[in-house]
């Protein structure tokens, strides 16, 4: 059996208090995860379960538009597990579609954008459990919702697979600050539920490897900024009221850009607000096909392998391929570009006579990984067939998914590239 859990907007330093009492256990520890950009947890969890980026599994942020199916460009928010983004070709490129193409099992829990996943067998939704517990509602509830499901899974010992995910530190750090009282609070308890869930496991019986990671970190914020009200101002004003332009973001470090007009004219307002102070820099996205200009994945450093030779980038860019073959697989919700914020500007996509939502928030993410370290997370890992005691300073997100399939010993297409130096070449004898 092996478990996945993700601890949501812990930041790799953030962690680093709680290392050592897994490291004292055995835990194999890669002290920082490169998590994705936008750094947010619809992107990040999309790339830690399918082991592709965005570019392939194209969920860019936790909020799309819809630009190829509608007339002028709406906001559509993916919050309650959107099913307009759950279809089959994201479902395909999920670790559980490689699982049960070999007869494996899995549960999964509160785990974003799983909605109507026909590959798991047993699935707890987030939308679901907070109706049921509407009345309480906070994000701890939710986790013990998490925990009491992935206990019970555990013990049932019919998955051969359980990935869960624990929101109450993410949730309390933008209401309160990443270092809050509240914050850390909550996060203890989280490596209470973490250490509760490895006893479950110890005392199972069965061969087992358990794997926590963060989807990213937090930072705190200091001011606000607002581009469509800037486009509002400007001379593709009316572009922007007939809807052919927008921002599109949900309180983030950075915001998606999706836009009707030619290339020429999209790179104008690219080098435009280029040259605002709030701004760090206008990414342009390539247009389709596994290719991405603009973002430099490659300077990423263990992308496509711990060494950072970049291999396992080639290998699935280019033509797309493995990917074609879903007609109409959602470039309808690919922005054109994604505008970076600096560090501690807090983006927000309301446009006259709205009114800012995010004033009162204190931490957030969304920041590019490679300018605002804090945005990236960290993983552990212990079990039969993980080394005990590995310390790695880097790897990625994306390497994720190819490490458990690796684990299970099934072949799982995708970008990203297993871990080597996490998994042991023998299986350990259990007692
Ligand atoms: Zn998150």
Request: glycine share 10%; net charge negative.
């Amino acid at each position: 059996m092996n478990v996945l859990i993700s601890l949501d907007g812990l930041s790799y330093k953030s962690f680093e208090r709680w290392s050592q009492s897994f490291i004292d256990l055995g835990f194999s520890y890669c002290k920082k995860m490169i998590t994705t950009f936008p750094s947010v947890t619809f992107n990040a969890h999309a790339t830690a379960i399918t082991g592709n980026s965005h570019d392939q599994h194209l969920i860019f942020d936790n909020v799309v538009a819809d630009v190829a199916n509608a007339a002028t460009i709406e906001r559509i928010a993916l919050y309650g597990d959107h099913e307009l983004l759950c279809n089959e070709a994201l479902h395909r490129q999920t670790l559980f579609y490689s699982l049960a193409m070999h007869d494996l099992k899995s549960s999964c829990i509160h785990w974003p954008l799983t909605t109507g996943n026909p590959y798991i067998h047993y699935l707890v939704a987030e939308s679901s459990s907070k109706k049921k517990i509407e009345q309480a509602g906070s994000a701890a509830d939710l986790d013990t919702v998490a925990l009491h499901e992935t206990i019970q899974a555990i013990e049932s010992g019919s998955y051969d697979f359980i990935a869960a995910r624990f929101v109450g530190y993410d949730a309390l750090s933008h209401q309160y600050g990443k270092d809050s009282m509240e914050a850390i609070h909550c996060a203890e308890s989280l490596i209470g539920h973490i250490h509760h869930i490895y006893d479950t496991l110890s005392k199972s019986q069965q061969a087992f490897n358990l794997f926590i990671f963060s989807d990213h970190g937090q930072s705190d914020v200091q001011s606000f900024f607002y581009p469509n009200e800037i486009l509002a101002q400007s001379r593709w004003r009316e572009h922007l009221l007939n809807k052919q332009i927008r921002f599109i973001g949900d309180g983030s470090g950075s915001l998606l850009f999706y836009s009707r007009l030619t290339q020429q004219e999209n790179q104008e307002i690219m080098s435009y607000f280029n040259r605002w102070e709030q701004v760090n820099h206008f990414y342009e996205l390539g247009s389709g096909s596994g290719a991405e200009s603009g973002l430099g994945f490659g300077s990423e450093p263990g992308f496509g392998s711990e060494s950072g030779s970049g291999s396992g980038l080639e290998s699935g860019s280019g033509s797309g391929s493995g990917f074609g073959t879903w007609p109409g697989s959602g470039s309808a919700f690919r922005p054109v570009g994604i505008l970076d914020l600096k560090h501690t500007i807090c983006g927000e996509d309301i446009l006259a006579p709205e009114q800012p939502q995010y004033e009162a928030m204190k931490s957030l993410h969304g920041y590019h990984p490679d300018q605002v370290e804090e945005m990236n997370g960290f993983m552990l890992g212990i079990g039969d067939r993980i080394k005990q005691g590995q310390i790695i300073e880097q790897s990625h997100l994306v390497n994720i998914a190819p490490t458990i399939a690796k684990v299970f010993q099934i072949p799982h297409h995708c970008k990203g590239r297993e871990i080597q130096s996490l998994i042991s070449d023998t299986i350990k004898e259990h007692e």
